[in-house]
Protein backbone atom coordinates (compact mmCIF):
# COMPACT_ATOMS: atom_id res chain seq x y z
CA UNK A 1 0.00 0.00 0.00
CA UNK A 2 1.53 3.68 -0.74
CA UNK A 3 -0.43 4.91 1.31
CA UNK A 4 0.67 3.53 4.49
CA UNK A 5 3.64 5.57 3.68
CA UNK A 6 2.60 8.66 4.10
CA UNK A 7 4.80 10.56 6.52
CA UNK A 8 2.47 12.49 8.46
CA UNK A 9 1.88 10.22 10.79
CA UNK A 10 4.59 7.64 10.51
CA UNK A 11 4.71 4.56 12.81
CA UNK A 12 7.14 4.93 15.88
CA UNK A 13 7.12 2.65 18.30
CA UNK A 14 10.65 1.95 20.88
CA UNK A 15 12.20 -1.15 19.78
CA UNK A 16 12.59 -2.03 23.39
CA UNK A 17 8.54 -2.05 23.60
CA UNK A 18 8.36 -3.21 20.56
CA UNK A 19 8.80 -6.94 21.99
CA UNK A 20 5.45 -6.65 23.91
CA UNK A 21 3.28 -4.75 21.26
CA UNK A 22 4.65 -8.32 18.86
CA UNK A 23 3.00 -10.43 21.46
CA UNK A 24 -0.04 -9.04 21.89
CA UNK A 25 -3.24 -8.38 19.74
CA UNK A 26 -4.41 -5.33 21.21
CA UNK A 27 -1.29 -3.18 21.82
CA UNK A 28 -0.60 -3.82 17.92
CA UNK A 29 -4.18 -2.42 16.98
CA UNK A 30 -2.95 0.90 19.25
CA UNK A 31 0.40 1.28 17.39
CA UNK A 32 0.72 -0.86 14.04
CA UNK A 33 0.14 1.46 11.29
CA UNK A 34 -2.92 0.11 9.51
CA UNK A 35 -3.90 0.92 5.69
CA UNK A 36 -7.40 1.59 7.01
CA UNK A 37 -6.02 4.86 8.55
CA UNK A 38 -6.01 6.30 4.80
CA UNK A 39 -9.27 4.75 3.54
CA UNK A 40 -11.37 8.13 3.08
CA UNK A 41 -14.61 6.37 3.20
CA UNK A 42 -14.32 4.73 6.18
CA UNK A 43 -12.68 7.71 8.22
CA UNK A 44 -16.21 9.76 7.18
CA UNK A 45 -17.08 11.75 10.16
CA UNK A 46 -13.56 12.27 11.46
CA UNK A 47 -12.54 15.91 12.00
CA UNK A 48 -8.62 17.09 12.46
CA UNK A 49 -8.99 19.23 15.86
CA UNK A 50 -11.92 16.82 17.39
CA UNK A 51 -11.80 18.62 20.57
CA UNK A 52 -11.95 22.26 19.05
CA UNK A 53 -8.73 22.58 21.48
CA UNK A 54 -7.32 25.49 18.81
CA UNK A 55 -9.89 28.03 19.54
CA UNK A 56 -8.57 28.38 23.12
CA UNK A 57 -5.24 28.88 22.14
CA UNK A 58 -4.05 31.97 24.34
CA UNK A 59 0.21 31.72 23.72
CA UNK A 60 1.80 29.80 21.36
CA UNK A 61 2.01 26.89 23.68
CA UNK A 62 -0.73 27.47 25.98
CA UNK A 63 -4.26 26.29 25.79
CA UNK A 64 -6.76 28.06 28.30
CA UNK A 65 -10.09 26.52 28.63
CA UNK A 66 -10.98 26.25 32.20
CA UNK A 67 -10.59 28.85 34.91
CA UNK A 68 -8.67 27.50 37.30
CA UNK A 69 -6.10 25.09 34.92
CA UNK A 70 -3.96 25.47 31.15
CA UNK A 71 -2.52 22.99 28.98
CA UNK A 72 1.15 23.63 28.52
CA UNK A 73 2.31 22.37 24.87
CA UNK A 74 6.13 22.25 25.08
CA UNK A 75 7.04 19.82 22.59
CA UNK A 76 5.04 17.42 19.76
CA UNK A 77 7.39 14.91 20.40
CA UNK A 78 5.97 11.27 21.40
CA UNK A 79 7.28 8.04 22.58
CA UNK A 80 5.08 6.24 20.53
CA UNK A 81 2.50 7.55 17.88
CA UNK A 82 -0.94 5.81 18.80
CA UNK A 83 -2.91 5.53 15.71
CA UNK A 84 -5.60 6.71 17.60
CA UNK A 85 -4.22 10.15 18.54
CA UNK A 86 -6.87 12.80 18.93
CA UNK A 87 -3.89 15.05 17.65
CA UNK A 88 -2.43 12.93 15.04
CA UNK A 89 -3.30 15.34 12.26
CA UNK A 90 -1.46 18.15 13.81
CA UNK A 91 1.61 16.22 15.73
CA UNK A 92 4.69 15.50 13.30
CA UNK A 93 7.28 13.98 14.55
CA UNK A 94 10.16 14.96 11.68
CA UNK A 95 12.69 16.00 14.93
CA UNK A 96 12.23 17.78 17.75
CA UNK A 97 10.42 21.01 17.88
CA UNK A 98 12.53 24.41 18.48
CA UNK A 99 11.27 25.05 22.35
CA UNK A 100 13.40 27.16 23.13
CA UNK A 101 11.66 30.14 21.50
CA UNK A 102 10.74 33.65 22.58
CA UNK A 103 7.00 32.25 22.80
CA UNK A 104 7.40 31.10 26.35
CA UNK A 105 7.68 34.50 27.42
CA UNK A 106 4.48 35.13 26.18
CA UNK A 107 3.37 32.04 28.36
CA UNK A 108 5.12 33.39 31.09
CA UNK A 109 2.84 36.87 30.51
CA UNK A 110 0.02 35.19 30.23
CA UNK A 111 0.28 33.18 33.60
CA UNK A 112 1.40 36.25 35.25
CA UNK A 113 -2.02 38.64 33.94
CA UNK A 114 -4.29 35.52 34.97
CA UNK A 115 -4.22 35.11 38.49
CA UNK A 116 -7.03 31.99 38.45
CA UNK A 117 -5.19 30.08 36.72
CA UNK A 118 -3.60 27.63 39.74
CA UNK A 119 -2.60 24.47 37.61
CA UNK A 120 -0.42 23.96 34.67
CA UNK A 121 -0.52 20.80 33.01
CA UNK A 122 2.00 19.66 31.14
CA UNK A 123 0.88 17.98 27.83
CA UNK A 124 2.47 17.89 24.41
CA UNK A 125 3.25 15.29 22.62
CA UNK A 126 4.77 14.40 26.11
CA UNK A 127 6.83 16.15 28.31
CA UNK A 128 9.15 13.85 29.10
CA UNK A 129 10.44 14.03 25.46
CA UNK A 130 12.43 17.06 26.92
CA UNK A 131 15.77 16.78 28.49
CA UNK A 132 15.86 16.87 31.96
CA UNK A 133 17.52 20.72 31.64
CA UNK A 134 14.03 21.84 30.05
CA UNK A 135 12.51 20.70 31.97
CA UNK A 136 14.14 21.60 35.22
CA UNK A 137 13.80 25.39 33.49
CA UNK A 138 10.00 25.35 33.41
CA UNK A 139 9.95 24.15 36.49
CA UNK A 140 12.04 27.10 37.73
CA UNK A 141 10.27 29.24 35.96
CA UNK A 142 6.61 28.02 37.10
CA UNK A 143 7.89 27.84 40.25
CA UNK A 144 7.96 31.48 40.80
CA UNK A 145 4.96 32.54 40.18
CA UNK A 146 2.51 32.51 43.16
CA UNK A 147 -0.46 31.42 41.95
CA UNK A 148 0.69 28.02 40.51
CA UNK A 149 -0.11 25.65 43.18
CA UNK A 150 -0.49 22.07 41.38
CA UNK A 151 1.58 21.09 37.90
CA UNK A 152 0.50 17.94 36.56
CA UNK A 153 2.45 15.97 33.26
CA UNK A 154 0.20 14.07 31.07
CA UNK A 155 2.28 11.48 29.66
CA UNK A 156 3.02 7.55 28.27
CA UNK A 157 6.62 7.05 29.26
CA UNK A 158 5.49 5.19 32.16
CA UNK A 159 4.50 2.41 30.39
CA UNK A 160 5.55 2.95 26.97
CA UNK A 161 9.57 3.68 28.25
CA UNK A 162 9.78 3.30 31.67
CA UNK A 163 13.37 3.61 31.24
CA UNK A 164 13.08 7.49 31.07
CA UNK A 165 12.17 7.70 34.92
CA UNK A 166 15.87 7.89 35.76
CA UNK A 167 16.81 8.94 39.14
CA UNK A 168 17.99 12.13 37.96
CA UNK A 169 14.25 12.85 36.51
CA UNK A 170 12.80 11.72 39.47
CA UNK A 171 15.02 13.57 42.03
CA UNK A 172 14.04 16.53 39.85
CA UNK A 173 10.42 15.83 40.44
CA UNK A 174 10.97 14.95 43.89
CA UNK A 175 12.78 18.88 44.43
CA UNK A 176 10.28 20.90 42.91
CA UNK A 177 7.56 18.71 45.07
CA UNK A 178 8.69 21.11 47.52
CA UNK A 179 7.65 24.35 45.77
CA UNK A 180 4.02 23.40 44.72
CA UNK A 181 1.18 21.47 46.65
CA UNK A 182 1.08 18.86 44.42
CA UNK A 183 3.18 17.41 41.63
CA UNK A 184 0.63 14.95 39.71
CA UNK A 185 1.97 12.76 37.02
CA UNK A 186 -1.00 11.49 34.91
CA UNK A 187 0.36 8.06 32.96
CA UNK A 188 -1.89 7.13 29.57
CA UNK A 189 -2.57 3.71 29.57
CA UNK A 190 -5.33 1.33 28.24
CA UNK A 191 -4.41 -2.38 28.06
CA UNK A 192 -2.97 -4.36 30.87
CA UNK A 193 -0.59 -5.73 28.36
CA UNK A 194 1.28 -2.80 28.66
CA UNK A 195 2.35 -3.49 32.31
CA UNK A 196 5.35 -5.78 33.08
CA UNK A 197 8.05 -5.57 36.01
CA UNK A 198 9.91 -2.65 34.72
CA UNK A 199 6.34 -0.39 34.36
CA UNK A 200 5.32 -2.29 37.81
CA UNK A 201 8.52 -1.12 39.82
CA UNK A 202 8.57 2.38 38.68
CA UNK A 203 4.22 2.65 39.51
CA UNK A 204 5.44 1.97 42.83
CA UNK A 205 8.29 4.03 43.02
CA UNK A 206 6.82 6.79 41.70
CA UNK A 207 4.28 6.11 44.59
CA UNK A 208 6.95 5.72 47.40
CA UNK A 209 8.32 9.17 46.39
CA UNK A 210 5.37 11.42 47.21
CA UNK A 211 4.49 12.20 43.67
CA UNK A 212 0.73 11.98 43.43
CA UNK A 213 0.09 9.63 40.50
CA UNK A 214 -2.87 9.09 38.43
CA UNK A 215 -4.36 6.97 34.98
CA UNK A 216 -6.11 8.34 31.53
CA UNK A 217 -7.22 5.50 29.52
CA UNK A 218 -8.84 5.97 25.86
CA UNK A 219 -11.67 3.39 24.94
CA UNK A 220 -11.21 2.09 22.03
CA UNK A 221 -12.80 -0.58 19.81
CA UNK A 222 -10.74 -3.19 19.72
CA UNK A 223 -8.57 -2.57 22.29
CA UNK A 224 -10.41 -2.24 25.49
CA UNK A 225 -13.89 -2.78 24.56
CA UNK A 226 -14.94 -5.09 26.94
CA UNK A 227 -15.68 -5.41 31.15
CA UNK A 228 -13.54 -7.69 31.92
CA UNK A 229 -10.53 -6.30 30.02
CA UNK A 230 -11.15 -2.74 32.04
CA UNK A 231 -11.96 -4.07 35.31
CA UNK A 232 -8.42 -6.19 35.25
CA UNK A 233 -6.75 -2.72 33.76
CA UNK A 234 -8.05 -0.83 36.72
CA UNK A 235 -7.19 -3.35 39.39
CA UNK A 236 -4.11 -3.51 38.27
CA UNK A 237 -3.21 -0.15 38.67
CA UNK A 238 -4.46 0.57 41.83
CA UNK A 239 -2.57 -2.46 42.86
CA UNK A 240 0.53 -0.33 41.77
CA UNK A 241 -0.69 2.69 44.16
CA UNK A 242 -2.16 4.88 41.46
CA UNK A 243 -5.66 5.79 40.68
CA UNK A 244 -7.85 5.57 37.76
CA UNK A 245 -9.15 9.39 36.89
CA UNK A 246 -10.55 9.08 33.52
CA UNK A 247 -11.99 6.52 30.84
CA UNK A 248 -12.27 8.61 27.92
CA UNK A 249 -14.64 8.13 25.31
CA UNK A 250 -12.88 7.76 21.97
CA UNK A 251 -13.04 11.54 19.99
CA UNK A 252 -14.16 11.29 15.99
CA UNK A 253 -10.49 11.48 14.78
CA UNK A 254 -9.81 11.45 10.97
CA UNK A 255 -7.81 8.80 10.58
CA UNK A 256 -8.62 7.03 13.87
CA UNK A 257 -12.63 6.38 13.13
CA UNK A 258 -11.58 2.76 12.98
CA UNK A 259 -11.23 2.83 17.12
CA UNK A 260 -14.56 4.85 17.05
CA UNK A 261 -17.59 3.10 18.98
CA UNK A 262 -21.19 4.29 19.98
CA UNK A 263 -21.73 6.51 22.95
CA UNK A 264 -24.87 3.72 24.03
CA UNK A 265 -21.81 0.67 23.43
CA UNK A 266 -19.30 2.39 26.29
CA UNK A 267 -22.16 2.96 28.51
CA UNK A 268 -23.15 -0.67 28.78
CA UNK A 269 -19.34 -1.78 29.27
CA UNK A 270 -19.01 1.22 31.95
CA UNK A 271 -21.97 0.07 33.67
CA UNK A 272 -20.43 -2.90 34.44
CA UNK A 273 -18.06 -1.88 36.03
CA UNK A 274 -18.87 -0.56 39.01
CA UNK A 275 -20.05 -3.93 40.58
CA UNK A 276 -16.13 -5.27 40.32
CA UNK A 277 -14.06 -1.83 41.20
CA UNK A 278 -14.59 -0.13 44.24
CA UNK A 279 -15.44 3.68 43.65
CA UNK A 280 -11.86 4.77 43.90
CA UNK A 281 -11.04 2.15 41.18
CA UNK A 282 -13.62 3.72 39.01
CA UNK A 283 -12.64 6.34 36.76
CA UNK A 284 -14.55 8.86 35.84
CA UNK A 285 -15.91 8.06 32.12
CA UNK A 286 -16.30 11.39 30.36
CA UNK A 287 -16.37 12.62 26.38
CA UNK A 288 -15.12 15.90 24.94
CA UNK A 289 -17.59 17.87 23.31
CA UNK A 290 -16.50 18.48 19.71
CA UNK A 291 -16.51 21.96 18.90
CA UNK A 292 -14.70 22.96 22.33
CA UNK A 293 -18.05 22.60 24.68
CA UNK A 294 -15.48 20.82 26.60
CA UNK A 295 -15.64 17.59 28.96
CA UNK A 296 -18.73 16.24 30.38
CA UNK A 297 -19.98 12.90 32.42
CA UNK A 298 -20.86 10.09 30.08
CA UNK A 299 -22.55 7.94 32.24
CA UNK A 300 -24.69 10.08 34.85
CA UNK A 301 -28.04 7.90 35.14
CA UNK A 302 -28.85 9.71 38.43
CA UNK A 303 -29.51 12.87 36.22
CA UNK A 304 -33.16 13.57 36.27
CA UNK A 305 -34.45 12.38 32.85
CA UNK A 306 -31.54 10.54 31.70
CA UNK A 307 -32.06 10.13 27.76
CA UNK A 308 -28.57 9.81 26.16
CA UNK A 309 -28.25 13.82 25.22
CA UNK A 310 -25.14 15.70 26.75
CA UNK A 311 -25.53 19.17 28.15
CA UNK A 312 -22.96 21.34 27.40
CA UNK A 313 -20.82 24.08 29.66
CA UNK A 314 -23.30 26.86 28.74
CA UNK A 315 -26.16 24.81 29.62
CA UNK A 316 -27.37 24.43 26.41
CA UNK A 317 -28.31 20.89 25.60
CA UNK A 318 -25.82 19.18 22.34
CA UNK A 319 -26.97 16.09 20.79
CA UNK A 320 -24.48 13.42 20.48
CA UNK A 321 -24.83 10.73 17.73
C1 LIG B 1 -8.80 18.07 29.59
C2 LIG B 1 -8.37 19.41 29.65
C3 LIG B 1 -7.87 19.96 30.85
C4 LIG B 1 -7.73 19.14 32.11
O1 LIG B 1 -8.98 18.91 32.66
P1 LIG B 1 -9.15 18.05 33.99
O2 LIG B 1 -10.62 17.76 34.00
O3 LIG B 1 -8.69 18.90 35.12
O4 LIG B 1 -8.32 16.81 33.84
C5 LIG B 1 -7.49 21.28 30.87
N1 LIG B 1 -7.60 22.05 29.76
C6 LIG B 1 -8.10 21.55 28.60
C7 LIG B 1 -8.20 22.45 27.42
C8 LIG B 1 -8.49 20.21 28.49
O5 LIG B 1 -8.96 19.75 27.35
S1 LIG C 1 1.18 9.45 23.59
FE1 LIG C 1 -0.59 10.86 23.57
S2 LIG C 1 0.01 12.59 22.28
FE2 LIG C 1 1.49 10.87 21.88
S3 LIG C 1 0.63 9.82 20.12
FE3 LIG C 1 -0.17 8.79 21.95
S4 LIG C 1 -2.16 9.80 22.35
FE4 LIG C 1 -0.99 11.11 20.95
Known amino acids: MSNIENEHFPQLVPISFMKKVERSVPLSAQFIQDSIEYDEEFQKGGSIDPIGDNDKLVAPQLIHRYSNRV ?63 RLEFYLQAFSKLSNI ?46 FCSDVENLFIKIDSLGLKHL ?11 NPEILISLFKKISSLRAIPYYLHH ?10 YLDLEIGRKIYSELRKSLSGWQLPQYIIDIPGGHGKVSAYNPETFRFSGSLISQNSSFVQYH
Open 71 to 133: LFLPVKTCPVNCRYCFRKNEIHTKGFDDIFSENFSQTLHYLEEHPEIDEIIFTGGDPFSLNNN
Open 215 to 225: TQSVLLKGVND
Open 250 to 259: PDKVKGAMHF
Open 149 to 194: KNIRFHTRYTTVLSKRFTTDLLNILVQYLNNFENLIIVTHTNHPDE
